[in-house]
């Protein structure tokens, strides 16, 4: 994760990057191929504005920023007639959005 903020009259903006792998891993005590979910790789990146009197912040965000597929778990199931059953949970796609919020009182 990497941060840099420039502070100015009006306020505080910074950028925010964060990279993430997560290397193969087996969802299961059992090292078998089923169980293995591939490597993956996840690059994110944010941007927010503090006002000068921290009454409000602005936020803008993606998520998987390249729309890497990537798998959170990996697993099997087999009936007793042997047909196994494969399951996989992908990464969320990539994802955008703002956030703005806004602080009252004293």
């Known amino acids: 994760n990497a941060n840099y903020t ?6 505080a903006l910074t950028l925010s990057s964060t990279w993430t792998y997560r290397d193969e ?22 941007v927010l504005f503090n006002d ?3 009454r409000y912040t602005f936020i803008g965000f993606v998520r998987n920023v390249f729309d ?11 009936s007793a ?3 196994r059953s494969l399951n996989v949970s992908p990464t ?6 703002i956030e703005a919020q806004f602080r009252f009182g004293d």
């Open 25 to 46: 891993a087996y969802y299961s005590v059992f090292s078998r191929d089923f169980n293995l979910a591939p490597p993956y790789d996840e690059t994110d990146l944010r």
């Open 81 to 83: 007639w042997g047909v």
């Open 92 to 97: 969320a796609p990539r994802v955008y959005g």
């Open 68 to 78: 890497e597929e990537g798998f959170e778990s990996a697993g099997a199931t087999q």
């Open 52 to 54: 000068a009197n921290n």
């Open 6 to 11: 420039w502070h100015m009259a009006s306020g």
